[in-house]
Nanobody, 130 residues
């Protein structure tokens, strides 16, 4: 079973930056093929922010964050990061880390589809004020 723990959320003014982290605990000899960040604003549906295919280290972004956010993963610690720059009030929400251990998750990662990720963290809150 995979456990994901997010950290790094907080409150910032528009134009500011935050860096989210996601630490994963998984069974020995297991591999996470896909990881990603998703967010949910109050009263809205969950949406994808960015995903990461670990085998090729390829990244996929929602149009709304392209050029402002960067998803990355530390090779040694396997921690997933989301560097968020030029934050906007509309970036406000609960940010969730997600992961999947099936290699077929690539399709979900490319499509930025949350239903293709089987493990989820509890989330970290990001608030951006104008």
């Amino acid at each position: 079973q995979v456990q994901l723990v997010e950290s790094g959320g907080g409150s910032v003014q528009a134009g500011g930056s935050l860096r989210l982290s996601c630490e994963a605990s998984l069974p020995i000899a297991s591999t996470l093929y896909c990881m990603g960040w998703f967010r949910q604003a109050p009263g809205k549906e969950r949406e994808a922010v960015a995903t990461f295919y670990t085998v090729a280290r390829t990244q996929y972004y929602a149009d709304s964050v392209q050029g402002r956010f960067t998803i990355s993963r530390d090779i040694v610690t396997k921690t997933l990061f989301l560097q968020m720059n030029s934050l906007k009030p509309e970036d406000t929400g609960m940010y969730f880390c997600a992961a999947d251990m099936t290699i077929s998750c690539l399709q979900a990662a490319v499509a930025l589809r949350g239903s293709g990720f089987s493990s989820w963290g509890q989330g970290t809150q990001v608030s951006v004020s104008s």
